[in-house]
């Protein structure tokens, strides 16, 4: 007797949390793969010659409902190739090793992993309170790094969202403090930093604020920012922003050419001309602390542009260019740089 074929279980589309995700089959878990394949390539005042690097990032999203909220992992694994620093983004020296740039594990409000740090791009909260207030992809500065963190956000249905992060300052990620000022290796290296974070987000914007608690330096530093939805211009919007540090500590952003900054003030603006073409541009300016190892009370500033071209979807191009000028910077008192890209996302 020929045994019966077992019935085809066909890959179910899952709308709970969302566009692109489906369920695992035989489970009731939804999974979503989404990511992008990039070309750039860059020139800076210091190069001679181009410089070039590829990218591809691929992110892995899993959820589920339980009694106690949504569970959720999620990975992101990244590689790049490439011949140099671009102006953005770090200088590359690996030829396409595979690693995993970020990975978190959620249920209901309480999270914990890698990813950046909440200072600078708060986990699962809204868009606008996330990473810098310039539009464009370098962002300017804004005491970008990643780490290690314990957490708990909240996203009320009135708009309004907040998050409490613990974040593990063994980890240095990209912070520019040097060791005297982190204490590495000594007992205080137990103790996390804190960060806070709150705002409200609606059709009109959004305003939000966050302070993060470097332990180890015993100093604090504080950011807002407002962005305002241009009515009658779909995707068009004004950001505002601005930072302040007590003293040179993690999350103090850096000056435009070396150094940390006490304070620092940004303004940006992006406008979608029509589905295919947007512009954007933006200026931060920063003031350094009164100490020569974090630029000796200098001041300076940034300039930020960009153009993107989205001919078909899931495709676009981008030409981005950053200048720089600080006074009393080590070395020369300004430079530029800036890049070509071609991506698909998917």
Known sequence: MIAEPEPVEYVRVCDVFGTGFFYIPGTETCLRFDGYVRYRVGASEDADGWFKRTRVRLNVDTRSETELGTLRGFMRFQADWGNGDT????????????????????????????????????????????????????????????????????????????????????????????????????????MPDVVGTAGLNQAWGAVWGG???????????????????????????????????????????????????????????????????????????????DDPAFGDDSDGYQIEAAAIWQPVANFDIRLEGHYYNQDGATGEDDTWDGFLWFRRSF
């Open 87 to 190: 102006g953005s983004n770090g200088t590359i020296t690996n030829d396409g090793d595979v690693g995993i740039d970020q990975a978190i594990v959620q249920l209901g409000g309480f999270y914990a992993g890698y990813t950046e740090s909440a200072f600078a791009a708060p986990w699962g909260l809204p868009g606008p309170a996330r990473f810098g207030i310039l539009h464009t992809d370098q962002g300017g500065m804004y005491a970008d790094q990643q780490r290690h963190q314990l957490g708990y956000i909240f996203n009320g249905g009135n708009g309004f969202f907040g998050s409490i992060a613990l974040e593990d300052d063994n980890h240095l990620g990209d912070t520019v403090l040097p060791p005297e000022f982190r204490n590495i290796g000594e007992s205080d290296g137990y």
């Open 211 to 289: 302070v993060g608690y470097d332990e180890s330096a015993s100093e604090f530093g504080a950011r807002a920012g407002l962005q305002w939805n241009v009515p009658n211009a779909p995707g068009s919007s004004l950001r505002l922003g601005g930072w302040y540090a007590s003293d040179p500590n993690a999350y103090a952003v850096e000056m435009p050419i070396n150094g940390l900054a006490e304070w620092s003030l940004a303004a940006s603006y992006h406008h979608q001309f029509n589905p295919q073409w947007g512009a954007e541009i933006g200026a931060q300016y920063m003031q350094s602390f």
